[in-house]
């Protein structure tokens, strides 16, 4: 199922209306997207957001469609598109550790279904911590609930859970 086409994927709300790509990017399984001629983004003009806030998630069309990315398991797609978003935030602000950290558990996730999990145990720690550390006390920042996100992805990495955990957005 990792590879079959989007209409075939589970429904899970949308939170963007970009089309996702032909196919999810798993290395050795498929063309590069940007690398190789025959993948879905080669040549294709990567687009730097300009500086952003926290407070402007819900209308920050890179985030809600790095999310979208995410919950249907385009974890290499997810990763580029949220690495947009951390550069121009400044990479070491609050908002941006926040970003990193998303893009780290899709990577972990990503290692985890290639067989690699002593990569994905560190990266899902690494991403979880900074979703924890940028949310601080707040329980919620830029629209995940930090806290139980983060116990789910603990749990999904430790064998405690049997599926990649989801991301809801409260509005």
Partial sequence: MFNEPEASVPKWPRYSTL???PYRFVPGLNP??????????YGKVEERPGTWEASGWRVLTPYLYGIDLYNYSYWWECHE?????????????????????VIQIAAANLHWHKGNRLPARSLAQKGSDRLESAAG?????????????TAAVRAYFDGRRATPVLITLDY
């Fill in 19 to 21: 089309p996702f790509p």
């Fill in 32 to 41: 590069h997207p940007r690398n190789h001629p025959a993948g879905h983004s």
């Fill in 81 to 101: 598109t949220l690495e947009g978003l951390w550069i121009s935030a400044g990479r070491h602000t609050p908002h941006a550790r926040f970003v990193q950290g």
């Fill in 137 to 149: 006390a707040a329980g919620t920042y830029m629209g995940i609930r930090t806290g139980t996100f």
